[in-house]
């Protein structure tokens, strides 16, 4: 049988490529300065989806919840085999904790058909991964974390190998499944040639509205908005239209979204700066590396 | 979601597995503890299994005043929804204003789930724990003695501070190995509430099949010394320089992540943000530049020596002995130094 796969995605900053540039005069991070990319795990839930489809058939949607600059990672989703993709993108869902995300997730997946839902393990920039079990919790589904191997999918059940720090587990259970996959699990594919060509011109309602502005900056806005309607239906009709939907759309209540609903709040950011107290230079002759070790047994430290 | 309660008590999951308590919520009574004590409340465990009464003993010695004890079979292995289930049951019975986890494998695939179910807030990997006080702004309410819930975020390029003022319980989990285990006091007293577990097979959606678990080639916990080698070490063979000195320092060896995804030695070794967090007497750093995310898991070793041929390397920031030069010098001459001590006396 053919399976169904949500898969959801972020994008993130790029905090591992962190160099001068992107840290301001007071040691703070310029978050501006870095590259926004495609959470690493998340191509391997990405992956994973792509080889059940590989094997059994079925669709893949890719989910992201972000600004409309985070269309660039659906459509690089397409690229690599997604058939289709969704940006959830509204102002009242900045300053959502990982509650409010989840609940704003749980609220699209609802809208669509799926067997499999797959998230990445965690995201480099909170580095949390509680995103993943809240939306299982709210979609009312099992899950299965730490994913590293999918064993097998038979009809309505599914085994997995999981990740339990030493050593691993083996699990079965039911369909409908929320898994979250590590990077261990898989290499991801690149994006296919014959797929970017195609869905290179695949844009959010958004981004088409913005193209035609620019290129018509004379142009009435209700001319604009009337050009961009009908545009966004020919792209529809070829499937290139990456769907853009907000919480009135979603029908999110919105006591639960944003900030109203995340009950977790930032008392205080602060850079880390580590310094030790006392510092020696240490000659890295054998006089100097013997003094040392003489005051590193006099202070007890080796014996 | 409970509403804010000043009576509440402090709770620790009492993560055990066949019959063995973690490591984590023993780690986790000494912080329990002063928490619990400076609010002026009682510090509990939740304790679930499956015949897992002897447990609540050491939690006890080890700083609770309270078990809650859930015995039932179907609790024998550890599984995300029947423990959710039991864990949201007793969160609205009896409204804890904090709920601690480990965050172990099990604690971050459990605590999510919880929260989620009780609409709380949760902060994940926290590395330090604090009671303060919240001025949201200007002639705004100030909201006294919460959980300051401190953790590194964005790579450990920053500490943020995390509070949570409306909506309680107040839930975090908190990275092993930050928090010294406690001496046990082999006479202190406690209660032992035993919990009825309403479960069903219902709630035990997952088969497990198999389970293998193997031991760690090393313990980089309760190692009093720990030789560290980076990328700077060149070389998988070059990489016994860091066996060599950990052997004659009776040290554990280990090493950064950018060492072990070159293959250099197993990623049990691993320190820092994604491997084990370290508090030894002495760090010895060798080829090791520094990155935010191996300093975030070592910083805290009481005395740290860096061997490094980069002046400007950022472990030298932290380094209480600063040795700038080549390692295949410098090593061999550690290892000669403490050789000709240990053979003097």
Known sequence: MAYNCAVLIKQVPDTKRITGEAMNDDGTVNRSALAAIFNPEDLNALELALQIKDKFGGKITVITMGPPGAAAILRDSLFRGADDAILITDLRCAASDTLATSYILSCAVKKIDYDIVLCGRQAIDGDTAQVGPQLAEKLGVTQITYVEELVELNGKTITARRNIGAGWQQIKTSLPVLLTVTGEANEPRVAAAKKMMRYKKAHTPLEIEQKIKAENPDVDEAVIKELAKHKCGQLNEKCLLIKQWDLDFLGADLNWCGRSGSPTKVHRIQSVVLAAKESKDVPANEKGISNMIGELIEDKIIS | ?345
């Open chain 2, 1 to 345: 979601m409970i509403d804010v309660n000043r009576q509440g008590e402090v709770w620790v999951f009492g993560e055990q597995h066949n019959g063995q308590l973690e490591d984590t919520p023993i780690e986790l009574m000494s912080k329990g503890r002063h928490l619990a004590d400076t609010l002026g409340v009682k510090l509990a465990s939740v304790l679930l299994g499956d015949k897992v009464k002897n447990l609540a003993t050491k939690l006890i010695h080890c700083g609770a005043d309270k078990i809650y004890l859930a015995e039932h079979p179907l609790l024998e292995h550890y599984q995300t929804n029947s423990y959710a289930k039991v864990i949201f049951d007793l969160i609205h019975k009896y409204e804890p204003q904090i709920v601690l986890y480990g965050a172990t494998i099990t604690g971050r695939d459990l605590a999510p789930r919880i929260a989620s179910a009780a609409k709380a807030g949760l902060t994940a990997d926290c590395t330090d724990l604090q009671i303060g006080d919240h001025k949201p702004g200007k002639d705004v309410q100030l909201h006294k003695n919460l959980m300051f819930q401190i953790r590194p975020a964005f790579g450990g390029n920053i500490i943020a501070t995390i509070i949570n003022y409306d909506r309680w319980p107040q839930m975090a989990t908190v990275r092993e190995g930050v928090m010294p285990m406690p001496e046990p006091d082999t006479g202190r007293k406690g209660e032992i509430i035993q919990e009825k577990a309403q479960l069903s097979q219902q709630d035990l959606p997952l088969e497990i099949l198999a389970e293998h678990k193997r031991e760690r080639q090393v313990n980089l916990k309760t190692a009093r010394i720990i030789v560290a080698g980076g990328a700077g070490v060149g070389s998988k063979d070059n990489f016994k320089l860091i066996w060599d000195l950990a052997n004659c320092l009776g040290a554990a060896p280990a090493a950064t992540r950018a060492a072990v995804d070159l293959g250099f030695i197993d990623s049990d070794h691993q320190v820092g943000q994604t491997g084990t967090t370290v508090r030894p007497s002495l760090y010895i750093a060798v080829g090791i530049s520094g990155a935010i995310q191996h300093q975030a898991g070592m910083s805290q070793s009481q005395k740290i020596i860096a061997v490094n041929n980069d002046s400007n390397a950022p472990i030298f920031g932290i380094a209480h002995y600063k040795i700038v030069g080549d390692l295949n010098q410098a090593v061999p001459r550690i290892i000669k130094g403490i050789k000709s001590v240990s053979r003097e006396s």
